[in-house]
Every structure is written in C-alpha cells, then in structure tokens.
Nanobody, 115 residues
Framework: QVQLEESGGGLVQPGGSLRLSCVAS????????MNWYRQAPGKQRELVAT???????LVAESVRDRFAISRDNSKNKVYLQMNNLKPEETAVYYC?????????WGQGTQVTVSS
C-alpha cells in the first residue's frame, strides 16, 4: 500500500508559477516511477509528466517548455514546477504511481489560473 499526498496548489495569475509537491509513504520510494496527472472540469484526466526510478523524464508536449518534474528520494518526494501558467491549465493535479501494477493516487491539489 502506497499513500500519496499532494500540496502546493492554489490561485495564481496567468503567467505565474507554482511548485507542487507529493510525498509518498514507503521505504522503497526510490524504485517508484512517479507521475503527475491533471483533470480539468469536464475533461479526462491527462498525464503531465513522469520521472522514473533512474530519473528519466517524460513531459507532455503541451507543457514541455514550462513544466519540470523532479524527485528527492531522501524525502520521498516528487515535485512539479509549473511556470507561465495558462487559464486553461486550471485543474486538479494528481500524483500517481503503480509500483506493483496497482494504481495509487493522491487526493489531488487544485490549481486555479485566473486574474
């Protein structure tokens, strides 16, 4: 069983930045591939970024030049740095992993981009 908890969401103006954090339970966090997803109102959940146990990184093309994913295995944390945010990126952002082929999700953190 893996527990995930996101933080760092909030209200930001267009063009602003936020840094999301996700802390995971467990002693083998360093072996987990970690993902950030988001779900906007009325839309399907979409994958934003992935970081593997070896720190290989994949980022969705729509955010590739603005978002960055990183991890700190000493703290069991994964981060999503989001820059130059757009109103259409208002969504609930979720942390996810599936180390034993079971999907584990956090409760999500709301990001609202609005002036």
């Amino acid at each position: 069983q893996v527990q995930l908890e996101e933080s760092g969401g909030g209200l930001v103006q267009p063009g602003g930045s936020l840094r999301l954090s996700c802390v995971a339970s467990g002693n083998i966090f360093s072996s987990y591939t970690m993902n950030w997803y988001r779900q906007a109102p009325g839309k399907q959940r979409e994958l934003v970024a992935t970081i593997t146990q070896g720190s290989q990184i994949l980022v969705a093309e729509s955010v590739r030049d603005r978002f960055a994913i990183s991890r700190d295995n000493s703290k069991n944390k994964v981060y999503l740095q989001m820059n130059n945010l757009k109103p259409e990126e208002t969504a609930v952002y979720y942390c996810h992993t599936n180390p034993d082929l079971t999907d584990y999700w956090g409760q999500g953190t709301q990001v609202t981009v609005s002036s």
